[in-house]
């Protein structure tokens, strides 16, 4: 837990100057996810330190995608990480 707040500063102080958004999310059978929102993209951070910047696939949807990696978050506080040949439900943090 103390991994993901220190991602969460440190994803908040890079975030300096562009409009973006930042959500931290639990993925049961899965990893815990950061996850910063701009206007076009996506940038995932997992606990590991692997960071993935996604475009988003169609304006005004909440799918962001690039080859192999898929974050579905069209549902209300809740999305769907697909990684490769692994699906996990992931459910938004309170805050």
Do not use: H
């Amino acid at each position: 837990m103390r991994g993901l707040i220190f991602l969460a500063a440190l994803g908040t102080l890079a975030a300096c100057g562009e409009q973006q958004s930042l959500a931290t999310f639990t993925c049961p059978n899965g990893p815990d996810l950061i996850v910063t929102y701009t206007d076009d993209s996506a940038r995932v951070v997992f606990p590991d330190g692997r960071v993935e910047t996604l475009p988003r696939v169609e304006e005004g949807s909440d799918i962001y995608a690039k080859p192999g990696l898929v974050w579905d978050a069209d549902q209300f506080r809740s999305a769907r990480l697909t990684d490769g040949q692994s699906s996990f439900a992931c459910d938004q943090m309170a805050g």
